[in-house]
């Protein structure tokens, strides 16, 4: 009984400061807008000022009036629109054509967890400052580098995009690797970059195991070996994630494969290889995201042959004739030489041009469609009272030209400013400690 009280005592102690302080009022931001974009609605609208408390904005129209003793950020010779969203990325994961050749199953053996964490950081400050507020994560990402880099965003000790983590991939045995019995039986070489789960327990002990280490999303291998899984066992994917209020996206590389998914109730397919006609009406149907990692050509030391090329913009054009709901996703996880990785992402805009899909749905797809993928959109990705302050600014008019998106001069993170004129203004948002609760998972 006493070392329950002890400890009871001790919790008390923790859980209540000796002397609490009063909090400050938060800061109050007001911003002109010259052109504000409403990518929902396809259109722009002009003289707007945008009121900005805390984390969140407080009021938006034309005729607002300044708070007094409001910072002031003339944007009026600029376009500010919601942040842009990835679908599918691996911030964890860089690999080079020195000294890996390109492959990541070698980045995998010879960079550790702390050093990919570390690179995360670093790639997420570079996608924010190219004006990508959000990012799925999608796995390869270590031992949970992923989650580690989305606590301390969260926390508030750095800068970087809204993370949506998915822990490690959950596969069949051997995920994406093909390792001698050696290296998988008694080096368990697979782990961390999947988790493997050929049975009913190991599915559900997987799920689990990714939801206690903080994904906010399920990865699955639907088929990345040929005992891929059946469409039962993608249902009980989606009820074990359901219970943690998650979603399950889905790598797929087969039609039989994304078959399986779409008759499995899965969230999202990733990677477009494998779907055709008949596969796109089964998705939009279902209302069933299309997070495609389409490949532009013309990257230096990754060639995507005209062939392959054309198969993928006639896919793109396939689906959005379709009504699939489309979301713009790199899967740009490796290093192209004199670009940052967010300048990177943007070099897949090239796709959606040349499918000949509208700038408007470009724009949809790279911001409001991320965000519902996302499964934020009731707090995030709207310009409009009561939503999350997360902002960016260009000098030109996507709608007409959205290549217009390279050239983001101002990025606004949970209502703190990251890059202004074109230069990252970080100091704000670093930190030595939790300020937004250390308890976040």
């Not at 703190?416 to 939790?434: I, N, S, Y």
Request: with cysteine; aromatic share 8%; charged share 20%.
């Amino acid at each position: 009984m006493s070392k329950l009280i002890l400890l009871a005592g001790l919790a008390l102690l923790v859980a209540a400061p000796a002397s609490a302080q009063p909090a400050s009022p938060a800061p109050i931001t007001a911003i002109r807008a010259g052109r504000l974009l409403d990518p929902d609605g396809g259109r722009v609208l002009t003289n707007q000022i945008i009121v900005v408390e805390g984390s969140r904005i407080r009021d938006v129209g034309p005729n607002v009036s300044v708070p007094a003793g409001a910072q002031v950020i003339d944007l009026s010779g600029m376009t500010v629109m919601p942040g842009l969203v990835d679908s599918h990325n691996h911030l964890a994961l860089t690999y080079k054509p020195e000294p890996e050749n390109n492959v990541y199953y070698y980045t995998y053996v010879q960079d550790s967890t702390a050093l990919r964490a570390i690179q995360a950081a670093s790639n997420g400050m570079q996608m924010l400052a190219a004006g990508f507020t959000v990012v799925r994560d999608l796995g390869n990402n270590g031992n949970y580098a992923d989650t580690a880099l989305r606590q301390a965003i969260e926390q508030g000790w750095l800068p970087g995009p809204t993370i949506i983590n998915s822990g490690i991939i959950i596969g069949g045995m051997g995920g994406q690797f093909f390792p001698p019995p050696e290296m998988a039986k008694d080096h368990n070489i697979v782990y961390p970059e999947y988790l493997d789960a050929d049975t009913p327990d190991e599915i559900v002990k997987a799920v689990r195991q990714n939801i206690l280490f903080g994904a906010k999303v399920i990865k699955i291998c639907v088929d990345c070996k040929p005992y891929g899984y059946t469409a039962d066992e993608i249902r009980l994917f989606v009820r074990e994630a359901a219970k943690a209020g998650m979603k399950v996206a889905g790598h797929v590389q087969t039609p039989a494969g994304a078959k399986n998914a779409i008759d499995g109730g899965i969230w999202s397919i990733e990677h477009s290889g494998a779907l055709n006609d008949d596969l796109h009406k089964q998705m939009a149907a279902k209302g069933i995201w299309r997070a495609g990692t389409e490949t532009p050509t013309g990257l230096q030391g990754h060639p995507v042959s005209q062939d392959t090329y054309a198969r993928t913009i006639a896919g793109m054009k396939n689906a959005y004739e379709n009504h699939v709901k489309m979301t713009f996703s790199t899967d740009a996880d490796y290093f192209v030489a004199g670009k940052t990785r967010g300048e990177l992402c943007l070099e897949f805009l090239k796709p959606w041009k040349d499918a000949g899909i509208p700038n408007a749905d470009i724009l949809r797809a790279i911001t409001t469609n991320g965000y519902r993928i996302a499964d934020i959109d009731k707090t995030r990705g709207t310009i409009k009272p009561g939503y999350f302050a997360d902002l960016i600014a260009l000098p030109g008019n996507p709608l007409d030209d959205v290549d217009a998106l390279r050239n983001v001069q101002f990025v606004m993170k949970d209502g703190l400013v990251f890059k202004r004129d074109g230069v990252m203004t970080p100091a704000a948002f670093f930190h030595g400690g939790p300020v937004n609760g250390w308890r976040i998972r």
